[in-house]
């Protein structure tokens, strides 16, 4: 009775190694496929700002007003042939 027990004790501690490892092996997988999301966020965040067309003058273009029509809350305003 004894050496069945004992024998038994040893497939469980076999059977909880292996299932730790099993465990480890999966959080350094997840954990290298978290690195490498992140990285391409960043890597998507960063060529998304280089690539932002950011107007030379603040304001906002108006209405199409006949000939003219305003560039921006400035008041300047730019000759359109219609």
């Known amino acids: 009775m004894k050496v069945i027990s004992i024998k038994l004790n040893q497939q469980l501690r076999l059977i909880i190694q292996e299932y730790r490892n099993k465990l480890l092996t999966d959080l350094t997988q997840k954990s290298k496929e978290a690195t490498s999301l992140r990285t391409e966020v960043e890597t998507t ?6 690539q932002q067309i950011i107007a030379p ?6 209405k199409l007003l006949g000939p003219s029509f305003p ?3 400035l008041g300047m305003h730019m000759k359109v042939k219609i």
């Open 57 to 62: 003058v603040d304001g906002t273009i108006g």
């Open 71 to 73: 560039t921006s809350s």
């Open 45 to 50: 965040q960063f060529r998304n700002a280089k």
